[in-house]
């Protein structure tokens, strides 16, 4: 009785703590300048167990081609064993594969964008991904408000 | 314990509905969790408009905010927050308004009634220079991402059901005749409009009810995945998407193992190899759209081989262009639907 009093209380104290969004992207404004973000994002993505796949450097390839551009990266991310996995069992999944946030100055302040996990679950209907697609959603949540109070 | 928990569970509400203080914070941190991405910490604006440009909280009612925040801008970016409650956007709108130098106008639901064919010339002649020839909107987000920082807003889509539900028709005509200090909306009444004029220019905006500027995509259907089986061989296939990809005028920018990064290097499956390759003017093109759009990027196709088959894959832009809410962008999706395919196609003939 006492444990399912417990976990009543708990699920209670959650469920108010979930936080709204309101479409299917996460986005975060971080306060750090680009370089610092960039740091701080890349710590907190290996903190949770991911890896680091590499970082495209958009802005680069756009000035070397004579256009204007504020800093610009895309950070590509995920669990070895996991994206091997899930490309071998759900090759449809394979174009989305690994994760990824978008990385972007904003005068001082830092952008931070990625598509929402759950929203692949629109894409790709199958129960054992919802269970995944829910654990990397859980993880970016935090991340991202890792990188919210980021100073 | 038990009755621990049944006093906990009684006063829990009292807790949660915190008093004046309380909710100001929460507001902050409502506000810093769901706008500021776009608005801005301090309200200055980005992505999305400036909230604490005085003029415009002096033009602004409350009623105007909530319906913003419920209902969103359909197809310009401003999401509809449909799940926050009423006690979430009321601490939203209080945080929101501790910028404002002046009162909320008590702008009453009073209809305007005017002219709307008369109103429809003046708009035309004053008005869609900016807001576009049927209340369109003027083009990409805001102040973000390559655009000149001294222009604080894009001029907002009129023609919008969001705009249109959210705004009373007093708010609209004072919008008009006082405009709005520092943004580019010039006071019309000081270039002459009369209050005749202000009327007919308000029917005619109201009128963009019965004729929407477009109607949102309903991608849904849309497969999620582009597969395309190959004739060819791995090495084969890859090559022939570089060969696709440079006819159409991208930059091969690498070919990769999907796994490299992830897995130390010979332990990568070469099996999955990914083609990236870019078009730099549509990718500027595309940022000044919707500087989010780093997610579509670097544009890519994935050759996969197993047991002898060979397919390439790629994301569906189309189906994807539905979670940036950005009717600009749906178009440039579907531009980059056709190039994806017809690159694969050709590579894959």
């Known amino acids: 009785m006492k444990r399912m009093l417990i976990g009543a209380l708990v699920a209670l104290l959650c469920g108010l703590s979930v936080p709204a969004f309101a479409d299917q992207l996460m986005m975060v404004r971080s306060t750090q300048t680009f370089p610092e973000a960039m740091l701080r994002l890349q710590e ?12 495209q450097r958009v802005d680069v390839g756009l000035t070397g081609m004579g256009y204007q551009t504020d800093l610009y990266r895309v950070v590509f991310f ?22 990824k946030i978008a990385v972007f100055a904003e005068d001082g302040d830092t952008l931070l964008v990625a598509t929402r996990p759950s929203e692949f679950a629109r894409l790709f209907d199958d129960p054992e991904l919802s269970g995944i697609f829910a654990r990397w959603e859980a993880d970016m949540d935090a991340l991202f408000d890792a990188m919210r109070v980021a100073e | 314990m038990y009755r621990w928990f049944i006093l906990l569970c009684l006063f829990f509400p009292l807790l949660t509905q915190a008093d004046a203080p309380g909710d100001v914070i929460d507001g902050a941190r409502l506000y810093a969790r769901h706008c500021a991405a776009c608005h801005g910490m301090r309200g200055d604006g980005g992505v999305g408009v400036p909230l604490r440009l005085p003029d415009f909280q002096a033009g602004v009612s409350d009623a105007y905010f909530e319906r913003t925040i419920r209902l969103g801008r359909p197809g310009r970016v401003m999401p509809a927050f449909r799940d926050l409650d009423d006690v979430e956007v009321s601490a939203i709108i209080r945080h929101v308004r501790s910028w404002a130098v002046t009162d909320a106008p008590p702008h009453d639901a009073t209809p305007v009634r005017g002219d709307v064919k008369r109103g429809a010339g003046l708009f035309a002649k004053h008005c869609a220079v900016c807001h576009g020839a049927q209340g369109e909107g003027g083009a990409g987000t805001g102040v973000t ?19 249109l539900t959210a705004a009373s028709d007093r708010m609209i005509r004072d919008t008009v005749a006082r405009g709005r200090a520092g943004t ?15 009327d007919d220019v308000v029917a005619y905006m109201r009128s963009f009810g019965e004729r929407p500027y477009d109607v949102p995509i309903d991608a849904s259907d849309e497969p999620a995945t582009l597969v395309f089986d190959s004739p060819h061989d791995l090495v084969t296939t890859v090559e022939a998407l570089v060969r696709a990809a440079e006819g159409r005028n991208f930059r091969h920018i690498r070919t990769q193992t999907l796994e490299e990064g992830l897995w130390p ?24 759209v919707d500087p989010r759009v780093g997610l579509f990027l670097p544009c890519r196709v994935t050759a996969v081989e197993r047991d002898g088959r060979v397919q390439v894959l790629a994301i569906n832009p189309k189906r994807l262009s539905s979670h940036y809410n950005n009717r600009e962008l749906n178009r440039m999706c579907e531009e980059m639907y056709g190039l994806y395919v017809e690159i694969i196609e050709e590579a894959t003939l």
Request: with cysteine.
């Open chain 1, 44 to 55: 907190e993505i290996k903190a949770r167990g991911y890896s680091l796949s590499r970082v």
């Open chain 2, 145 to 163: 991402f390559s655009r000149p920082r001294d222009l604080p807003v894009i001029a907002p889509a009129l023609n919008n059901p969001g705009f």
């Open chain 2, 265 to 288: 290097e010979g332990e990568d499956d070469p099996h999955q190899v990914v083609v990236y390759f870019c078009n730099f003017e549509f990718l500027n093109r595309a940022l000044q």
């Open chain 1, 78 to 99: 995920g669990k070895p064993e996991e994206i091997r996995r899930l490309s071998r069992e759900y090759p449809q999944m394979i174009p989305y594969l690994p994760l």
């Open chain 2, 184 to 198: 580019p909306m010039v006071s019309f009444r000081e270039q002459g409009f009369s209050e005749q004029d202000l």
